[in-house]
């Protein structure tokens, strides 16, 4: 059969919890191979294994990928209500749905006589694994019923349980793929897969090789766990004649320790980063270096170059390590570049997260709060730090928060309070409350009383804002306002130097 001209590729999860990094990295790799080639993305969800389901797995990658910005062409979406709904002419998309195609493939290769029947019990596998383990041998079915007669494999076929295994030739396969080129391995060594179990659903194997033939994938790109899959998929394709696709298997993915970026060593999943306030630009464009990379080595890309730049023959072999310290170095890179705007509506939910009430439809708040953004948005690293970076700008002057640190550094001494005492005053005389006037005003009422600038600079911020760092003072100052600067200033007199006549 001709292969379409047309590039077609698929991500191909199973759903048995968060989507990982790692899931991500092949997503966005298919992704940008497709696009870059015209070609069509497709996403097909692998849950043949049902003792590894979860629950609501697929309706949460979906939506991860949603957020993650990477679209594609066919498969399952979720409808404004959240319920599935699949897309694309060569569907079902979900492998549960298609288990009588499976089954009707296994039966082929079964007359054709490239696969057999097994009827093992589970405790008899169990003892021929421990026996080779003892012996240090590698486990692996010992084909006890390789050699079952057609007549005798028939008759017990009505009477008992059985599974389907894939004849494995004692001989080698060999193929090419495309990022490590040929790849070899000994037939002798590999188990005959079981490919329908004797509960009538197919193994990862078996359902993965017929749905990238019958969706007519052109190229496997996926991770390099699943090469040592790839020549039991070479034998089922060749054994039911069908061209095998192109296969890349993309690099491993490690911590800075060089241990295996795996769920267990946390952090890994998409979810969690979505929460810390990563914005899917940034963690697409630095997942997008795992394993890839352009000759000038840049670093930044928009989406469109990642586009047009991506191509599977700069892909490395070697492993790649995840260095989340890299990650947020990007996060605050794309924060600085993103319209405030922009940023204001992505920090919604982590102000309500913070516990901070916003009313979305209160247009002068949020331009109040695109400006107090603006104030800092060279320095925000992650979505989160936004709402305790600016909230004592939107609290009422009776519930700032002064750390104990700051009362016992600030608000202390007599000398303290006098200066609090003239400030105010002074303040209260100035009738353009803006930014260059604050600052010359400031300025000369410390050169004039003989105050040290920092002294007052730091007091002043600590009265109105309760801490010792932020925005610029005069921004700070500005963006509360006359009345609520004199006001806290006030509300610290009285609650803090008490004692202090
Ligand atoms: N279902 C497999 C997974 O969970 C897909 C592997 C492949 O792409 O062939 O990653």
Not at 343 to 370: A, C, H, R, T
Request: charged fraction near 30%; glycine fraction near 4%; charge should be positive.
């Amino acid at each position: 059969m001709n292969k379409p001209t047309v590039v077609r590729v698929r991500f191909a999860p199973s759903p048995t919890g968060f989507l990982h990094i790692g899931g991500l990295r092949t997503a966005l790799f298919n992704y940008l191979f497709a696009r870059n080639n015209n070609g069509k993305f497709i996403l097909r969800i692998e849950d043949t294994d049902r003792t590894r389901y979860v629950e609501g797995a697929t309706e949460n990658l979906i939506s991860i990928l949603n957020w993650s910005g990477l679209d594609y062409d066919e498969g399952p979406y979720l409808d404004t209500h959240g319920k599935i709904y699949q897309k694309g002419d060569y569907g079902p998309y979900i492998q549960s749905q298609r288990i009588e195609i499976y089954k009707r493939y296994a039966m082929e290769l079964l007359k054709k006589g490239f696969a057999y029947r097994c009827f093992c019990s589970p405790q008899r596998l169990e003892e021929v694994r421990k026996l080779q383990l003892l012996n240090k041998q590698p486990p692996k079915y010992d084909r006890l019923c390789r050699n079952l007669s057609e007549t005798e494999s028939n008759r017990r076929a009505a009477i008992e349980p059985y599974t389907i295994r894939l004849k494995v030739p004692d001989e080698k396969i060999v193929f090419t793929d495309i990022i490590r080129d040929k790849v070899e391995f000994d037939g002798s060594l590999i188990d005959d897969q079981v490919l329908l179990k004797s509960d009538g659903y197919p193994t990862y194997h078996l359902a993965n090789v017929v749905d990238d033939h019958l969706m007519e994938i052109t190229h496997v790109i996926r991770g390099e766990e699943w090469l040592s899959s790839t020549p039991k998929h070479i034998l089922i394709y060749k054994y039911l004649d069908w061209q095998p696709p192109q296969f890349a298997h993309l690099p491993l993915l490690l911590n800075p320790d060089r241990s295996k970026l795996s769920k267990r060593s946390g952090d890994v999943a998409v979810e969690e980063y979505k929460k810390e306030g990563y914005l899917p630009e940034a963690l697409l464009n630095y997942v997008a270096l795992l394993g890839w990379s352009t000759e000038d080595s840049q670093q930044i890309f928009t989406k469109q170059e990642l586009i047009d730049k991506f191509s599977l023959s700069r892909c490395s072999k070697s492993p790649a390590i995840f260095d989340k310290q890299k990650l947020l170095w990007m996060n605050s890179e794309y924060i600085r570049k993103t319209d405030p705007y922009k940023l204001m509506e992505y920090s919604i939910p982590f102000f309500v997260s913070y516990g901070i009430k916003i009313d979305i439809n209160n247009s002068e708040i949020k331009e109040y709060i695109v400006k107090l953004i603006q104030l800092e948005q060279q320095k925000i690293k992650l979505l989160k730090d936004i709402p305790y970076m600016i909230e004592f700008f939107l609290k009422p002057d009776t519930e700032i928060e002064y750390k104990e640190n700051v009362v016992k550094k600030y608000f202390y001494l007599d000398t303290q309070k006098q200066i609090l005492i003239e400030v105010r005053d002074m303040l209260q005389t100035i009738t353009q409350f803006d930014k260059t006037t604050l600052e010359h005003q400031l300025r000369n009422f410390c050169s004039n009383r003989g105050y040290k600038t920092t002294e007052v600079f730091q007091l002043l911020r600590a009265a109105v804002s309760g801490r010792s760092e932020g925005p610029g003072l005069f921004d700070l100052l500005f963006f509360l306002g006359k009345e609520r600067v004199i006001n806290r200033i006030n509300l610290v007199i009285k609650k803090f130097f008490l004692n202090i006549k």
